[in-house]
């Protein structure tokens, strides 16, 4: 089977529009993407039929909300293959997520301990990290990367020890689109006794993800780059973990009892929910799973696929055109510099020409020293996505040498 | 410095009808900015943009501001020679006085033209205004 992308295309009112009177061309998939009709009409309706607080109201369209709303968390928690629908816990976003677990990693680190992330990491994974070591004594360790973009695994193997009590890495590489090995390496460090977070923002969109089968301890995503709205993402954290983990924010909801002096906290996953969630985000990200698991993940991967190798093959034809990650396990991005050329120009002249593409530090600036990169232009492909995106890039690409040249 | 006075730019981009046009113009504009040599590119004159770097020196002479820029990007160099028109070897008196949403709004260059965070323009025209003030 192969994926129907005309009709996947058909369900995403947004790629119909104009940008600058051409027809939108959207490659920037890795940043956000876009929501399929089924995703807008689930927030339509729920605030149209159902809108009301989930938890506590004694009346109808309370009970109703708080069933499409916890139905919502079981939709979750099937997609991921989670253990108990209870170790999800909604978020409002990946870097919500890794920031509940740095402050709880934060309470336990001492000095001694150490923390190990990579060379590649989003400063949502890298920022959150740094700042628990100094608040706690424990020490920093950077795994690095070769220059293919890929992590230095014999490194990794290296830096793990007996002193390492977290480990944090992406699953993928939000810069160069590299996959990294989770599984083993999850491994590897639950065998040295540390608690692993895998910041999977990047890993979710492209296939189906199974928390149990990578081992890891947290997994942190966000609804709007699978497809659902901004403002919503999942922690998942193994429950026996979750279960005792330092709370985060204090509040409504979280509570089981409280007095003036004092308060003891609820359940999973209340205990980690405080105040009036986001109930619509929740019900929209429910919409986007249910969505996406009417296409094949198979089908997505090699459609993804086929697109990154026309960009790659279009890539290494165009004059003065460096490829920033060539890693061979990659997902659909495809980042790049080109000879003489600025980034920023790059992006502003694809703009006009309705080529939708992210320029910058792409929020690693660590690593864009390491690669020795001012930034880079990347191009992010998701299913919705033609050949006809990728040839209209490289003509856009061309036009941009021509002018800038 | 020799740089185009504003109604020079405004007359010039009057007979520009095409993005491509428009976007030439601001690139060769760009391109024949002097910019700061290397050992210029400090972090104290750096106004950070979020997709490229700009710097910005000031000086004062005969009791006018002097303004020199640089950008890693042609295009927000361009962009730069745009405020400098307006803003360069003029009075702080006179800075604070020009109308820059007004003059952004004629230009009528589109998106990328405008102040935004992206391109760093308007870090920069808060810049120059914040060094007026204090003038």
Same mark, same amino acid.
């Given at each position: 089977?192969?994926?129907?992308?005309?009709?996947?295309?058909?369900?995403?009112?947004?790629?119909?529009?104009?940008?600058?009177?051409?027809?939108?061309?959207?490659?920037?998939?890795?940043?956000?993407?876009?929501?399929?009709?089924?995703?807008?009409?689930?927030?339509?309706?729920?605030?149209?039929?159902?809108?009301?607080?989930?938890?506590?109201? #004694?009346?109808?369209? *309370?009970?109703?909300?708080?069933?499409?709303?916890?139905?919502?968390?079981?939709?979750?928690?099937?997609?991921?293959?989670?253990?108990?629908?209870?170790?999800?816990?909604?978020?409002?976003?990946?870097?919500? %997520?890794?920031?509940?677990?740095?402050?709880?990693?934060?309470?336990?680190?001492?000095?001694?301990?150490?923390?190990?992330?990579?060379?590649?990491?989003?400063?949502?994974?890298?920022?959150?990290?740094?700042?628990?070591?100094?608040?706690?004594?424990?020490?920093?360790?950077?795994?690095?990367?070769?220059? *293919?973009?890929?992590?230095?695994?014999?490194?990794?193997? +290296?830096?793990?020890?007996?002193?390492?009590?977290?480990?944090?890495?992406?699953?993928?590489?939000?810069?160069?689109?590299?996959?990294?090995?989770?599984?083993?390496?999850?491994?590897?460090?639950?065998?040295?006794?540390?608690?692993?977070?895998?910041?999977?923002?990047?890993?979710? #969109?492209?296939?189906?993800?199974?928390?149990?089968?990578?081992?890891?301890?947290?997994?942190?995503?966000?609804?709007?780059?699978?497809?659902?709205?901004?403002?919503?993402?999942?922690?998942?954290?193994?429950?026996?973990?979750?279960?005792?983990?330092?709370?985060?924010?204090?509040?409504?909801?979280?509570?089981?009892?409280? *007095?003036?002096?004092?308060?003891?906290?609820?359940?999973?996953?209340?205990?980690?929910?405080?105040?009036?969630?986001?109930?619509?985000?929740?019900?929209?990200?429910?919409?986007?799973?249910?969505?996406?698991?009417?296409?094949?993940?198979?089908?997505?991967?090699?459609?993804?696929?086929?697109?990154?190798?026309?960009?790659?093959?279009?890539?290494? +034809?165009?004059?003065?055109?460096?490829?920033?990650?060539?890693?061979?396990?990659?997902?659909?991005?495809? *980042?790049?510099?080109?000879?003489?050329?600025?980034? #920023?120009?790059?992006?502003?002249?694809?703009?006009?020409?309705?080529?939708?593409?992210?320029?910058?530090?792409?929020?690693?600036?660590?690593?864009?020293?390491?690669? %020795?990169?001012?930034?880079?232009?990347?191009?992010?492909?998701?299913?919705?996505?033609?050949?006809?995106?990728?040839?209209?890039?490289?003509?856009?690409?061309?036009?941009?040498?021509?002018?800038?040249? | 410095?020799?740089?185009?006075?504003?109604?020079?730019?405004?007359?010039?981009?009057?007979?520009?009808?095409? /993005?491509?046009?428009?976007?030439?113009?601001?690139?060769?504009?760009?391109?024949?900015?002097?910019?700061?040599?290397?050992?210029?590119?400090?972090?104290?004159?750096?106004?950070?943009?979020?997709?490229?770097?700009? /710097?910005?020196?000031?000086?004062?002479?005969?009791?006018?501001?002097?303004?020199?820029?640089?950008?890693?990007?042609?295009?927000?160099?361009?962009?730069?020679?745009?405020?400098?028109?307006?803003?360069?070897?003029?009075?702080?008196?006179?800075?604070?006085?020009?109308?820059?949403?007004?003059?952004?709004?004629?230009?009528?260059?589109?998106?990328?033209?405008?102040?935004?965070?992206?391109?760093?323009?308007?870090?920069?025209?808060?810049?120059?205004?914040?060094?007026?003030?204090?003038?």
């Amino acid at each position: 089977m192969t994926l129907n992308v005309a009709q996947i295309r058909d369900q995403f009112p947004i790629l119909k529009r104009q940008v600058n009177g051409q027809p939108l061309v959207y490659l920037d998939n890795a940043a956000t993407t876009q929501k399929p009709q089924a995703v807008i009409d689930a927030l339509v309706d729920y605030y149209t039929q159902c809108n009301s607080n989930v938890h506590r109201g #004694a009346h109808y369209l *309370s009970d109703e909300a708080t069933k499409r709303y916890e139905a919502a968390r079981k939709t979750v928690a099937a997609y991921i293959n989670a253990g108990r629908s209870e170790e999800v816990i909604w978020t409002s976003g990946t870097t919500e %997520g890794i920031n509940l677990v740095a402050n709880g990693v934060a309470q336990r680190l001492k000095a001694g301990d150490e923390v190990l992330v990579t060379e590649m990491e989003h400063h949502a994974d890298l920022v959150t990290w740094q700042q628990a070591c100094k608040r706690s004594g424990a020490t920093l360790k950077v795994v690095p990367i070769h220059d *293919s973009g890929e992590l230095n695994v014999d490194a990794f193997h +290296q830096l793990l020890s007996d002193k390492t009590a977290f480990v944090a890495m992406p699953h993928v590489s939000n810069a160069l689109g590299t996959i990294n090995p989770i599984k083993e390496l999850t491994a590897a460090a639950k065998a040295k006794g540390a608690l692993v977070l895998i910041d999977g923002a990047q890993g979710v #969109a492209h296939g189906a993800i199974d928390v149990q089968d990578i081992g890891c301890d947290f997994y942190a995503f966000s609804g709007h780059k699978l497809f659902g709205p901004t403002g919503i993402g999942v922690l998942w954290g193994r429950y026996d973990v979750l279960a005792e983990w330092p709370v985060w924010l204090v509040g409504g909801e979280m509570i089981a009892t409280v *007095s003036y002096q004092d308060a003891t906290w609820g359940e999973l996953p209340n205990r980690l929910e405080a105040g009036t969630p986001n109930i619509a985000g929740v019900i929209g990200l429910a919409a986007a799973i249910t969505w996406l698991q009417g296409l094949n993940a198979k089908d997505i991967w090699a459609h993804e696929q086929a697109l990154l190798k026309r960009a790659t093959e279009l890539a290494e +034809q165009t004059q003065g055109l460096r490829i920033i990650g060539t890693a061979p396990n990659k997902i659909g991005v495809l *980042s790049f510099v080109i000879e003489g050329i600025h980034p #920023a120009d790059i992006g502003f002249i694809l703009d006009k020409q309705g080529v939708a593409i992210r320029t910058g530090d792409h929020c690693a600036q660590p690593l864009m020293k390491r690669l %020795g990169v001012p930034g880079t232009a990347r191009a992010s492909f998701s299913i919705y996505n033609t050949m006809d995106d990728v040839e209209a890039l490289f003509k856009a690409i061309n036009k941009a040498q021509m002018m800038l040249a | 410095m020799n740089l185009p006075s504003t109604d020079e730019i405004l007359d010039d981009l009057a007979f520009l009808d095409d /993005w491509e046009q428009r976007y030439q113009y601001i690139i060769d504009l760009g391109k024949a900015l002097p910019g700061l040599p290397e050992e210029q590119h400090k972090d104290e004159y750096l106004v950070r943009g979020c997709q490229s770097n700009v /710097w910005l020196i000031s000086e004062e002479k005969d009791g006018k501001l002097q303004f020199h820029v640089d950008s890693d990007a042609v295009i927000v160099q361009g962009l730069l020679t745009l405020v400098l028109a307006a803003y360069h070897d003029k009075t702080a008196e006179q800075i604070l006085a020009f109308d820059i949403d007004q003059y952004f709004n004629q230009l009528d260059l589109e998106n990328h033209i405008t102040p935004t965070r992206g391109n760093g323009l308007r870090a920069i025209v808060n810049k120059i205004q914040t060094i007026a003030k204090a003038h």
